[in-house]
Structure formats: structure tokens, C-alpha cells
């Protein structure tokens, strides 16, 4: 049953009206102006841990605003967290000033040490156990054939290296981003924060950000200081937890093979 967001208000103790955000897997409420309450049912408790330790990782450490977490606890079944509330507006994209805002952002958070409390442990172990379930991922998703063949050999002749593990959001795009004042003001949702390979985190942040514009791309990897291998994003493109090619494809510019769209997508 979804959460009276008015009863954990005053069970809580807190004032201020109650607001649900519409987007959003998980139960969102602002309450007033400075506070937002994030709930997790039982089957997902296991994020809370990461969206706190994040949270706490990262305070006053970007350019970019993010919650500053007030409590944690428990409300029957939900598990919560309690914190700040962000304002702006999400940003529209492709936009080159606002790219250029990721990237100084990007490389603040992957000079922050990873918290303990992330994975997984095992890079290069995830990474084949994602590689094992890629091509029926994507079948699912109605992928079609053409592209699935190719996904093998594409994936065999990228060389992902051994990964110094950084800090990564995973899903840096408009939606989980703030502006204000022509600024990005807040960047939000850790609670899918992984360690692993700074590529991984140019899929989401190319895909919903820049958006296949070299322009944007050229000014979000200038302002990180470090210009990812289109391959490498294009292999982690596929093998991302939450990858969905056919869906990316729809907004993105076009072409006929994974080596192709690398270019199209993750190059200036």
C-alpha cells in the first residue's frame, strides 16, 4: 500500500505541507519547503545504507549542491530518510553550459574515496556477470536481432582494463539534476551508487545529458579533465544495470553498427 505521506509527517513530528513527487520508483515526499522524506519498502532496504553513506561522502564536496541528510529510521515497513530539500528546475539538455557543470561535477565526486559500503567488491567480476546476462537483457527490451549478433564480438574486442575504482552516481542525467539561476543547484537519487570504472559513469551522463551533441560532449570531458574511449562507454553502455539500448536509440542519433554509435554517441 503506497504511504500516507501525511500521517509520516506528523509521526514524525515535522509541519509543512506534503507534496508527492510524481517521478520516481520510489515513495518521494517534500515536506514544506527545506525537507523531503524518501521511503524504501522491504524489498529495496538494502539502498538505504548507500544513500546515506553517499550522502554523508559528499556533503560540501561538489560544486554542485546535494541533500544534507537529517535523519534515518524506521516507519512500520518503510525504512526513510529524512533531508534537505534542493530547488531549480530540471535542466534541459543538450546544453553546453549545463554539460560543462556535469563534467566539473563529475570530477569532483570521483576524487571522493568510495564509502566501504558500496560495490561490488569484485569489478571485474560484475562486469562478467553482466557481460553473462547482456544479450538476453537487451532481447528483452526488444532489441533486434541485427544488433544483438553484434553484441559479442563488439564486447571481444573491448579492452575494459583493470579498473581503479571511483565513486559513481550511475545515473547522472537531467532527471536527477537541478538548475537554478543558470547553475546547476542540486544533484539527487544516490541510492544506485556503485565503485567501479569511471566509464561506466559516462554512459547515463552521455545518454541523458549530452545526448549524442559533440559539442555538449567535448565540453562535459573538458571540464573532467580525462576523455573516456568511446568503446569502452559504448561496452558499458550495454552491460549497465539498468542498460535498455532500444530505448536509448529512440532520442539518440542513429547508425548501423555498435562500433558506430560509440562514435555517435561518446565522441566530440
Known sequence: ?????????????????????????????????DLVLKLWPPEHHDEVATEVAVLEAVRGRLPVPTPELHDTGMLDEWAYVLMSRLHGEEPKVPDVEVSAQVGEMLKALHEIAPPEVLGPGDWAAFVAERRAKCVEQQRKHGLGEWWLEQIPEFLDGVDLGEAEPVLLHTEVMSAHLLRQNGKLSGLFDFEPA?????EYEFVGAGIFVTKGDR???KAMVDAYGRTPEPRRVMAYTLLHVYSNVPWFMKDLPQADTLDELAVRWFRE
Open 215 to 217: 559539442r555538449c560532449w
Open 1 to 33: 500500500m503506497e504511504p500516507d505521506g501525511e500521517l509520516l509527517r506528523d509521526r514524525l513530528g515535522l509541519r509543512g505541507g506534503v507534496v508527492r513527487f510524481e517521478d520516481g520508483s520510489l515513495p518521494v515526499f517534500a515536506i514544506g519547503d
Open 194 to 198: 556503485m565503485r567501479g570504472a569511471f
